[in-house]
């Protein structure tokens, strides 16, 4: 996965999910090698745990998020690792069975917190909360939603009757936008005000921004950063932080075009069609 696996050396996989790449790395590292999981989710953290319990490998969990990897290095004095994996976005138990509203296919709170423990607004919250500026802002930018008004006036509008507590609710409002032309294109309609409401809610990309800002910090010299994103506006962030740090002659970047999977593997696994990937070294 471009991450240069060696036997004997500290990885971090930033987003550990349910724990898939995970495997992978530490099947690459062998018995002396060490990995640090961490992921926002306390839920899927467990299931991570379950799943790589059997490794005989050194790896160790933690509820953070990958942009506070700087305070763990520092808590244990390491000065920096040998490898950091991003994949962004959502794993698939939190779309298909964590009922914390991610999904617009069924009839689940509006939550869409990462950390569902945390203190931080729900998707709720913010519906109910937010003016029709605020709305029409994270819909448009953060879901580049080409009815993004049309849904902010109608969201302030359906909440004054009732407020927003359920993903159903949501995506009535949304078909409703839409008018009677109806669906166009291959996306559901509520495909990017979802992606929106999920990227506002957890501070996705203030949070992504920030460790690229840092990452150089938290890497050896020769260390290796992988990028997985799920949409340009992650890719894009990815690629202008990675490009000026190659400016600054602080990393190089191994994949100036990122990569893309094949159709197999999209065939293999279709939430990957979107997928972007970049490679980037620190420099000795
Ligand atoms: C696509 S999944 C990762 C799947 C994982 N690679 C696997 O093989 O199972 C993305 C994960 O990133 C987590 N996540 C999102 N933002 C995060 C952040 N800022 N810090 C840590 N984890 C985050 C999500 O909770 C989710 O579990």
Redesign the pocket.
């Given at each position: 996965m471009g991450l240069n696996c060696r036997s004997g050396r500290l990885y971090v996989?930033?987003?550990?999910?349910?724990?898939?790449?995970?495997a992978a790395i530490l099947d690459h590292i062998g018995p002396e090698g060490e990995l640090w999981g961490?992921?926002?989710?306390p839920e899927?953290l467990q299931t991570?745990a379950t799943r790589l319990a059997h490794h005989t490998s050194r790896f160790q969990l933690f509820h953070?998020?990958?942009?506070q990897l700087g305070e763990l290095l520092a808590s244990t004095q390491i000065p920096g690792v040998a490898g950091i994996?991003l994949?962004?976005?959502?794993?698939s138990f939190?779309l298909a069975q964590s009922q914390r509203g991610f999904s617009f296919a069924g009839d689940e709170p509006l939550d869409m917190r990462?950390n569902s423990e945390g203190s931080a607004a729900t998707a709720a919250q913010l519906l109910n909360r937010a003016s029709e500026a605020e709305l029409e802002r994270i819909f448009w930018e953060y879901g580049e939603e080409p009815r993004a008004r049309r849904i902010a006036r109608l969201v302030v509008q359906s909440r004054r009757r009732r407020v927003f507590q359920t993903t159903r609710q949501l995506v009535e409002v949304i078909e409703q936008a839409q008018g009677p032309g109806g669906r166009r294109g291959r996306l559901h309609p509520a495909t990017r005000v979802f992606q929106a409401l999920r990227i506002a809610v957890?501070l996705?990309l203030e949070?992504?921004a920030t460790?690229l800002e840092n990452v150089p910090a938290w890497l050896e010299p020769g260390g290796r950063l992988v990028v997985i994103s799920y949409h340009s506006l992650e890719d894009r962030l990815v690629k202008h932080r990675l490009a000026a740090w190659e400016r600054a002659g602080v990393m190089v970047r191994l994949t100036r075009k990122p990569l893309t999977p094949t159709p197999a593997e999209v065939k293999a696994n279709p939430r990957a069609r979107s997928a972007k990937l970049r490679i980037a070294e620190k420099m000795a």
């Open positions: 996989d930033g987003t550990v999910g349910e724990g898939g790449h995970a961490l992921d926002r989710d899927v991570a953070r998020s990958y942009a994996l994949d962004l976005g959502l794993s939190q990462f957890n996705e949070e992504l460790f």
